[in-house]
């Protein structure tokens, strides 16, 4: 990842988000804008949002080790991934739809353009989703996904990684993210993941084993706080590329 | 709680979250039921990546308000209307020709302060493979006279307000008014996206 370019039209803060051109990951060269973007300040469009669009969630959903319904068990290393959803004051955010998907233990997703060659799993679609509590806490049950290869660059693999949708409070909380591992050596090696700029910044993008959410004889657990721009944001101060 | 908690910072949806993000109950092309007031409109474009190429598998949101201006929301508490039958939420993606559309209908104008009000526009988020943050942005009604006063074009260099502007298509008799909004994410004609 020598000589690469980074762009500098970032939204949001950009010591935290990642900036749209990373020449690193190759595909960011064809989908970064290359113009300012336009500051706006918040209006009743950006401080409303969809909130938790989907009313039938049931707590099959959160479960991706038997959601396939098939009456198998997805096969690999059952794990819990639980954490709160905060906002930048640290105040619990609840009825947060979070939505994540995720390749099976072998790195492979269900999906038509995965195509390389690690076994595919009939007792998982890698698909699940919950509300947060009152607590703000969200709780999935799966498996520990595989690393898988990319075609970005020579002997490309991607960390294992669960990825993330969360639809908050308004159009302001909007994230979508991925979750990584604790001491996975492909970190410092990923160009999706090396883009957020800070190593603060990407340090909120890995869990932590977390024994107390260990269940003996059961599954590992793993702890993932996430924090959005909540209901009372104020616009922050922004430095876009040209000013 | 004085502290200021670090935001999580976004990573890209990347090419494989349709199974999840679009099954079949999260999908919404069509935002409107029989019931719903309003004028039906069909929201149809092209999205575009460098290079003129069409960009295929872009996840879309939107985000609008009722035909009376205004979102189905607790913050918002103005006094247009409630439509209990109109939550004002999208979600599609292109297909391979790098095609999205929408059945909504047309939002009415929303306040921006206490003295003016805001064009009828809709909230768009853009998500896909090669974009590590979401893009946002908004569709304006070319045939509508109050963007010329609407107080966020105005942040808009004149010369790319263009690009915010959804333009009436021709239709058969029997289909719904369509606006046409294509969306170009890097190029000469790129759309204007917004930070904040």
């Known amino acids: 990842m020598n000589h690469i370019t980074i762009g500098e039209i970032v939204r949001g803060d950009r010591e935290i988000f990642p900036p749209y051109l990373y020449e690193a990951y190759q595909s960011t060269r064809r989908r970064a804008p290359l113009l300012p973007l336009v500051d706006v300040p918040l209006t009743i469009s950006e401080l409303t949002g969809p909130g938790p669009i989907i009313s039938a969630i049931t707590p099959e959903d959160a479960d991706l080790t038997r959601n396939a319904g098939t009456g198998g068990e997805a096969i690999g290393q059952r794990i819990i991934v639980t954490g709160r959803v905060l906002d930048e004051h640290g105040t619990p955010i609840p009825q947060t739809l979070v939505e994540v998907w995720q390749a099976n233990a072998a790195g492979r997703y269900l999906h038509r353009q995965d195509q390389w060659p690690g076994p595919l799993d009939p007792h998982f679609l890698g698909m699940g989703r919950c509300l947060t509590n009152e607590a703000g806490v969200y709780r999935f049950l799966t498996i520990r996904p595989g690393a898988y290869p990319w075609k970005n660059h020579p002997n490309a693999w991607r960390p294992a990684h669960i990825h993330f949708s969360l639809l908050g409070p308004a159009s302001i909380s909007r994230l979508v993210t991925q979750m990584y591992f604790p001491g996975d050596p492909l970190h410092s090696l990923d160009p999706v993941m090396q883009s957020v700029p800070t190593a603060t910044a990407r340090q909120r993008l890995i869990s932590s084993y977390d024994h107390t959410i260990t269940e003996p004889e059961w599954a590992l657990g793993y702890r993932w706080d996430i924090v959005v721009r909540g209901e009372s944001s104020t616009p922050f101060e922004t430095s876009v590329a040209g000013k | ?196």
């Open chain 2, 1 to 196: 709680m004085s502290t200021s908690y670090l935001l999580t910072p976004t990573q890209t949806v990347g090419p494989f979250y349709a199974p999840c993000l679009l099954r079949e109950d999260a999908r919404r092309n069509v935002l409107v039921q029989p019931e719903t007031l309003g004028e039906r409109i069909r929201i149809t474009g092209h999205i575009l990546e460098g290079g003129g190429l069409p960009a295929t598998e872009v996840l879309v949101e939107t985000w609008q308000a009722n035909a009376q201006g205004r979102y189905n929301h607790v913050a918002d508490q103005g006094p247009a209307t409630l439509d209990p039958t109109f939550l004002g939420f999208g979600r599609t993606q292109t297909d391979d020709d790098g095609m999205y559309w929408f059945e909504t209908i047309k939002p009415g104008a929303v306040p921006f302060n206490d003295k003016q009000m805001q064009a009828p526009h809709i909230n768009l988020t853009i998500m896909a493979r090669g974009l590590l943050n979401h893009l946002v942005t908004r569709l304006y009604f070319a045939d509508e006279s109050a963007n010329s006063v609407d107080p966020v074009l105005q942040l808009v260099p004149e010369q790319r307000r263009m690009t915010l502007l959804a333009h009436p298509a021709a239709t058969t008799e029997d289909t719904i008014p369509t606006y046409r909004f294509d969306i170009v994410l890097q190029g000469p004609d790129e759309t204007v996206f917004f930070n904040f």
